[in-house]
């Protein structure tokens, strides 16, 4: 059930949504659409569900030729940022919209709604009414409804941006065994790195209407396409004039060859790890150490110490 | 402290008076006037509020009310919810003005309107002579006072559905779609089902309207007794008549009709609106 989009643009006004953007999500994986705000993810997650019509391009589900099929025609299962619960219904009869609209034997409906129920652990509250439930139930609620008319894919709109921290961790993990467990071709839209990282077997950066670069999590981050990327993903800092990650600067108390000197300005303690904050001749950066080595070099403001960059590991020279 | 008692004292005091003054007016206005009427009906007992309703006339008026009012409303019914959702859904050149012209038949006079489709649709006119050669009767008849009962009652229905549509938005409806539902499912499983409360607060608020309508339809009907005439316009030919006890009967009548239509929007009414 792979997606296949070819030269995708979408103009809103003129405002480019997207710009000829193709990209192919393989059958089964679970992938996030991952990039800052107004960049077009939403509406490429929405392109593909048929709820907004591209100007150019093609879409395909499935090896099927989808580009003009009305959402209800599509097989997509779609869950909205804000649930899109229907508040007339109960919840049970919420799941089983889906399901009634095709005319499903009622046995049979009951059934996959229990089952579903289950799956989603709301078996107490088929009952209540989605105002009687609290925001991660809505949307595990909304994720049953979807799933319960077996789509050929599963597309989720900022699905947990609506939640607080806590309830937010628990659902990812939820998602990725669900998707473990489910397998359809899941396409999620997040602009939380560290969500697409920890749940996504597969990102693909959207940004100013444009796929940046499409990857496993550890490629993306150890192999960025630009600094864009590489400074999406995750902190970076300058030194030598490239970007890296502050966590790949080894701080040094003697100068070694590749070293470069400088002058501790501040240091931050936030738990495990420690911030410097540092200057160099050619400006400021800052380091990422742990504790111990923050306390073996003795790190005061003011202390002189020696920036080695691990070559080894990502730098992306700074563009502009 | 002391202070404080006196404008205390002041702040009671401007409440009474605000309170008195609100009281009395709607005493003068609405109170006493129809207190008379309810006394003025049942003067005389029962039996000839009983007579002066069961008359062949005033039952004639009743099923032309009957008619008239629930075509208008049925007819507004229909075209407020299309417009509600072409106002509310689509952007498209002279939506506004739609928007603003949808409120006219509030500030113009029931009898301008009136008058204004005698002019378009009377016997003398092109289009009223064209209709009459194809045995369509629009002035002197039902469909006028349909047509006039149905201008004034125009944007209430619309009034009550718009801000509800606008509060649930779309997502539903696309949720919907995706899960298979076509046009028709989406609105009468989720749009409809939606706007219930708002759309039936809107229905009983024209019906009361309709109802009551006098100006518009006195123009257009001819008020041709036994014929074109509707409850209201009976209430005044039986006043003119010097039948006061079945004057006021009917009037009575129509006023329990309107409480009642009133009451029930009261419990229809979408919560939080301060319509």
């Keep these: 059930m792979s997606i296949k989009v070819a030269n995708v643009s979408k103009k809103f006004g003129d405002f480019s949504a997207l710009r000829d953007v193709s990209v192919e999500i393989p059958s089964g994986s679970l992938t996030a659409l991952l990039g800052p705000s107004g960049g077009g993810k939403t509406t490429l997650l929405r392109v593909i569900a048929g709820l907004e019509t591209p100007d150019e391009g093609r879409i395909e589900i499935d090896g099927v030729e989808a580009t003009s099929l009305p959402p209800q025609r599509r097989g997509v299962g779609f869950v909205f940022q804000h649930y899109a619960a229907f508040k007339h219904m109960t919840v049970e009869r919420n799941i089983a919209f889906g399901l009634s609209i095709r005319k499903r034997a009622k046995d049979e409906i009951k059934a996959r709604v229990q089952e579903l129920l289950e799956l989603v652990h709301l078996e107490q509250f088929a009952q209540r009414y989605p105002a009687q439930l609290s925001g991660g139930q809505r949307q595990r609620m909304a994720l049953a409804r979807a799933l319960a008319v077996e789509p050929k894919v599963l597309l989720l709109d900022e699905p947990f941006g609506a939640l607080d921290a806590q309830v937010r961790k628990e659902l990812r993990a939820w998602l990725r065994r669900l998707h473990d467990q489910v397998n359809v071709t899941t396409v999620f839209v997040t602009h939380d790195q560290e969500e697409a990282m920890e749940v996504a077997d597969e990102i693909v950066v959207v940004a100013d209407g444009e796929v940046k670069q499409v990857g496993s999590p550890d490629e993306l981050y150890e192999k960025p396409a630009s600094d864009f990327v590489m400074s999406f993903l995750g902190p970076v800092t300058t030194l030598d004039g490239k970007l890296v990650r502050p966590h790949d600067l080894e701080l040094l108390s003697t100068a070694e060859p590749g070293a470069r000197e400088a002058v501790v300005d501040r240091v931050t303690r936030l738990g495990f790890e420690v911030r410097v904050d540092l200057s160099t001749d050619e400006g400021a950066a800052w380091a990422q150490v742990t504790r111990a080595t923050a306390e073996h070099l003795d790190l005061q403001p003011g202390t002189r110490i020696w920036v080695l960059p691990h070559h080894s590991r990502t730098a992306v020279p700074v563009q502009g | ?275």
């Design chain 2, 1 to 275: 402290m002391t202070n404080n008692a006196v404008t205390d004292v002041r702040a009671g005091a401007s409440r009474w008076t605000l309170r008195v003054v609100v009281l009395g007016y709607l005493a003068f206005l609405l109170v006493l006037p129809v207190a008379v009427i309810l006394y003025r009906t049942f003067q005389h007992g029962l039996a000839p509020v009983v007579d002066a309703l069961t008359s062949a006339n005033a039952i004639h008026a009743y099923q032309v009310t009957a008619v008239v009012a629930g075509s208008a409303v049925a007819i507004n019914t229909v075209f407020g919810v299309t417009a509600a959702l072409l106002v509310v859904r689509h952007r498209f050149p002279g939506r506004r003005v739609l928007d603003a012209l949808i409120d006219l038949p509030i500030a113009v006079s029931p009898v301008v309107v009136g008058l204004a489709l005698t002019l378009v649709y009377g016997r003398t006119t092109s289009t009223g002579s064209w209709l009459a050669r194809e045995g369509i009767q629009i002035i002197f008849s039902i469909p006028g006072m349909i047509l006039a009962t149905s201008f004034v009652a125009l944007p209430l229905v619309m009034r009550a559905v718009v801000p509800v549509l606008e509060e649930i938005g779309e997502e539903q409806e696309q949720a919907a779609a995706t899960l298979g539902a076509n046009a028709v499912q989406r609105f009468t499983r989720i749009t409809l089902p939606s706007i219930r409360g708002a759309l039936a607060y809107g229905v009983v608020l024209s019906l009361a309207r309709a109802l009551g309508e006098f100006g518009a339809v006195a123009v257009v009907s001819g008020r041709v007794v036994g014929k074109t005439e509707t409850a209201s316009l009976y209430v005044l030919d039986l006043y003119n008549n010097f039948d006061q006890t079945g004057a006021y009967a009917m009037a009575t009548s129509l006023a329990a009709v309107a409480v009642l239509s009133l009451i029930v929007s009261r419990f229809l009414r979408p919560k939080g609106s301060a319509a």
